[in-house]
DNA sequence: ATTCGCAAAGTTTTT
DNA sequence: CTTTGCGAAT
């Protein structure tokens, strides 16, 4: 351990990085690139304030992840031993406050904290009671578009339905009534732990005062993340005092959907009148090639700081650029080349992360990974805390700690089946919200309830007789709790009735609740277990889950890497509606964030980097032709390594058609000069390069080994004839100006023809969706006029 | 009340 | 291809 001097703590850093960490007073912004060293400073920072004699416990580090949380606790620890800083996220944070002065935003101190699942059966139920029919927008969209509303900082007194806005009219019913519905559960969704912290600031004025000057110092981790709400959260607490850096970097801002305002950095500067700033531009992880190949991508959003990133590192080797027929082979090949790099003994397991846009599309590369015996760890949604019997098992546990938790106790009371149905439940819940009580409550009193029959009265007792046994227990420790639950309801024998291998694997898993639940204990020995339990278990993400240090490949989405970084990284499914996805290709400030998306991804890779995409992707149960993702469009191609299978260029968008001119290797299958004069070959071995050949039916290619089943252009016109059977125009019909009637979008005007034969495309004009391009030897149109 | 079976829908990203 | 939801049968 080191001992805490200022040697320690400024030595190692460079010029900026030490302007940062020595610049104490006043509002600090850090635009901090990928890899310049963030955390480092930050860490670095808090060390030298408390060497400067400022008190430990004075200063709040507030993070997005547990996962950063733990990182610079752990790394502070080292520099500055002994030390009180708080560091944590901002839902932690504010549970954390909230839970101390539940009373003045109406709720108790033992409140629940609902995940997703739970809110949205909540949202179910107020919009039911609030009489919505969902016609127009489903339960999902109301959902989401409430979270928004909230994200925004706008509690219900303070949404006002703009007239004329259908969506903001259901808004204004349904908001209220899920938030009261809440609010009689005592119940907080991941938006109110900070709606309601802002509140409480707002309601009381001298706690807010006596937060800001006791957290005299302040530090925000991805600022650019942060919405509305946060940034309200963030300002109250630094208003008498404004001694608050934030670090970030508007080009990694990628969690828009979820309400962050990549605005709150890009106007920093105004809110906060004598702002330093300092620009952290040395990068530390990537080659140069990744950088420039992250720069150039990045250089075509418009949102944004500009930054001049630059490294030391040496060159390295080029980032490949690959177009795979299916999956299948991606994968094959990803699997192939790791298996060959950690064969080779210059690489680990846990050197390389397959990166990708949406969980699903891991399916394939854990299938190759499996198959070629490869240990991997995939971070995948809270995978085990959404199992029904895990949450069955913790809506025990939620109900002990909050006998109002009518969400808790709707899932549990049938669970394991009681004969207690849902025309009972629907009594006991009328019945509940005339009477202003609890689910619990009404069950309790259910023999005053004149709708409910003598079977269903008495089961409920019983639910109710077991639900007190079980509430004479401690809370202190969580293990004991557990069983008592498993032993009372007989869980166990429940799950594994019907003898199948998925009973008794569910069986195990609630065996692993109870282990964590063990270590839990162990680790917190006298604090109040339960609660604590809950709440760590309701605020775990998954990318908490990821170990660094174990041998393995990491499979992770793009947004649950950041942060992260591996000497090897595969991105894959460089595609059409994929990176972008399809719901984010309206507007372009969401394209925006897909491209910084693919930027996040790109600047994880310290020396090796591979994206690419597939022709034919797997989806909705068949196989559908995917076109390039536009983005492989805006990288510097000329000093990338390209693979490309011959016959790759038939995609409706003619997105291959642009990248074959302006790739030589796809005029006449031979790499052309210029290409080999600009690309850094060595390292390539010479026989894994494929050599395409046009029109060829037969596997021909082989990268790392692997060969490629290539599917040619005409192959692909073949399929595409061979589907629903409609006869085709030649495409020399067609003149520019003509009317013509497409199968699915109805009438429209051809404004445009160009290519030729197979490739002869169409870019025609439809008065309601616009221009649509059509490759004709594919398309169905018949000729109006 | 529970279970079974079929149909439809839908596949972002997360505290 | 999967999961979810709903309705009918037991």
Known sequence: MPPLSPDNILSPLNSQQRLAVQQIEGPLLILAGPGSGKTRVITHRIAHMIHQGIPSQSIVALTFTNKAADEMRNRLQNLSPDNRTWTGTFHRFCSRLLRQHAELVGLQQNFTIYDSGDSKKVMKQAIENAKVDLKHYSADKLASQVSNVKNNGITTEHFKPRPGHALDT??????????????????????????????????????????????????????????????????????????????????????????????????????YPGVNLVRLEQNYRSTPTILRVADQLIANN??????????????????????????????????????????????????????????WLSRSVEHALRSA?????????????????????????????????????????????????????????????????????????CDQINTISKAPTSKLTQFVAMFDRLSFMSTDQVEPV?????????FRNWLTLDGSEEGYERAGNVDELVV????????????GGLEA?????????????????????????????????????YIVGLEDGILPHERSSTDDDQIEEERRLLFVGITRAEKHLQISRCVN?????????????????????????????????????????????????????????????????????????PAPQPQQNSPQNSLSGISLKIQTGAQLAEKQAAMPSQIRLHPDRFETGMKVQHAEYGVGNIVQLTGEGQKRTATIHFASLGNKRFRLAFTNLSILE
């Open 516 to 527: 964590a639940c063990e270590e839990f204990d162990r680790d917190r020995p006298t604090e």
């Open 617 to 689: 992707r797997f989806r909705r149960g068949s196989f559908w032709p995917a076109i390039a993702s536009r983005f492989l469009m805006e990288l510097p191609r000329e000093e990338m390594q390209i693979f490309e299978p011959a016959g790759t260029n038939y995609d409706e968008e003619g997105v291959a058609d642009s990248i074959s001119q302006i790739d030589p290797w796809m005029h006449d299958g031979l790499p052309s000069i210029d290409i080999n004069e600009e690309t850094d070959l060595s390292g390539i071995d010479t026989n894994v390069a």
């Open 302 to 359: 418009v949102r944004r700081k500009k930054k001049q990133l630059h490294t030391d590192n040496p060159e390295g080797a080029p980032v490949r650029l690959v177009t795979f027929p299916s999956p299948r082979d991606e994968s094959l090949d990803i699997a192939d080349t790791i298996q060959l790099g950690i064969e080779s003994g210059k690489h680990r397991a846990k050197d390389y992360a397959v990166l990708y846009r949406a969980n």
């Open 170 to 271: 259901i808004i204004g019913k349904v908001y209220p009534e899920y938030q009261k519905l809440l609010k009689i559960a005592n119940g907080v969704d991941f938006d109110d732990l900070l709606l309601h912290a802002v509140d409480l600031l707002k309601i009381a004025p001298e706690l807010r005062e006596t937060l800001d000057r006791g957290f005299a110092y302040m530090m925000v981790d991805e600022y650019q993340d942060t919405n509305l709400t946060q940034y309200q959260l963030i300002r109250m607490l630094n208003h008498s005092l404004k001694n608050l850096a934030v670090t970030g970097d508007p080009d990694q801002s990628i969690y828009g959907w979820r309400g962050a305002n990549i605005n709150n950095i890009l106007e920093f500067e105004k809110d």
């Open 482 to 490: 557990i069983r008592a639950i498993l032993d009372e309801t007989d």
């Open 373 to 445: 015996g490869l240990p991997y760890q995939i971070i995948n949604g809270h995978e085990f805390y959404q199992r029904k019997e895990i949450k069955d098992v913790l809506g025990y546990l939620h109900l002990l700690n909050n006998p109002r938790d009518n969400v808790a106790f709707e899932r549990v009371v049938n669970t394991p089946p009681r004969k207690i149905g849902k025309v009972t439940l629907g009594r006991l819940r009328r019945w509940a919200q005339d009477n202003n009580s609890s689910m619990l409550d009404a069950a309790r009193n």
């Open 533 to 569: 339990y809950l709440e760590q278990a309701a605020l775990v993400s998954d990318t908490d889950i990821w170990e660094s240090q174990s041998d393995r490949v990491t499979l992770m989405t793009l947004h649950a890497a950041k942060g992260l970084e591996f000497p090897n990284v």
